[in-house]
């Protein structure tokens, strides 16, 4: 039996769906009491027989104030990226749904305000200074239906970066791709996106063999083990692993198809390909 939900609880994608079913089956005639108890029993959601007759009659829209998401546009490929990566979601003080994303370098901010615009949101950028830690850039939007979108299931997520495999890439390296070069033999290096979730690395992995671009996911940390970053200690609470693509034609490909939206790891990974 599905648990019983309010219309608050509904993504406006949902709620458009039980709109339209209440309207059609009002068309076949059927009475409100009884069109509410259908919703209640196909959908578990508890709604009004005064909200039905508004909504048949047109005198109500739950979705007249409510900026909607384009789920066809590849921007939203690169939005999932980036949330599974750096971004996050949160539901503040205000009960306002929140889409946030704080980054040191300005030109990954702009890109992902640009994909948040593309698909329908009016994102705010803005710089923050933090004691403390080092400044960064933030970006942020209000959207209930993307916030529970990303909050939702994960092969909802997964489904979205299949159908734009480069957008998706490309979000995920800018926020946990890595280009290293030994610095005693600029010959020697590595393209790496390095994470702690196994799964979203081996769907990368995944993606990258279906755009002819191989790659090897190692463990290079378990939970447990110490490191230190910036001269702070930090202890590892989950295993964390390391994507590598280490194959020359792999390395050239990676870099026309995908590379990044930051100026310094694209400087950083051409100049590695060139020598």
């Not at 710089?127 to 850039?137: A, C, L």
């Not at 070069?181 to 990368?204: T, Y």
Request: hydrophobic share 35%; charged share 35%; proline share 3%.
């Amino acid at each position: 039996m599905l648990s019983m939900r309010s219309l608050k609880d509904l993504s406006p994608q949902e709620i458009g769906k039980v709109r339209e079913e209440v309207r059609r089956l009002r068309k076949e005639g059927l009475s409100y009491s009884k069109i509410t108890e259908i919703i209640k029993e196909e959908y578990g959601v508890g709604i009004s027989k005064a909200t039905v007759m508004r909504w048949c009659k047109g005198e109500s829209d739950p979705l007249r104030k409510v900026r909607r998401i384009n789920f066809e546009s590849p921007s939203l490929a690169y939005v999932v990226g980036v949330h599974l990566g750096d971004g996050s979601v949160s539901l503040d003080d205000r009960y306002r749904y929140r889409i946030r994303l704080k980054v040191v370098d300005r030109e990954f901010a702009e890109a992902f305000a640009e994909a948040l615009k593309d698909i329908g949101l009016r994102p705010s950028l803005y710089w923050e200074n933090d004691s403390s830690r080092v400044g960064r850039w933030v970006v942020e939007a209000v959207s209930k239906e993307l916030y529970m979108f990303l909050s939702g299931p994960r092969e909802k997520l997964f489904e979205v970066a299949g159908r734009w495999p480069v957008e998706f890439l490309r979000g995920f390296f800018d926020s946990e791709g890595s280009v290293y070069v030994d610095k005693r033999n600029p010959r020697i290096g590595r393209i790496a996106i390095g994470n702690s979730d196994l799964e979203v690395l081996e769907l990368c992995k995944e993606l990258l063999e279906k755009l002819g671009i191989s790659s090897s996911i190692y463990l290079v940390k378990k939970a447990g083990d110490i490191s230190y970053i910036r001269g702070k200690r930090y202890r590892y609470t989950r295993n964390f692993y390391i994507l590598v693509i280490g194959r020359i034609e792999s390395r050239k490909k990676f870099a026309k198809l995908i590379s990044s939206t930051i100026p310094r790891k694209q400087k950083k990974l051409f100049k590695f390909l060139e020598l």
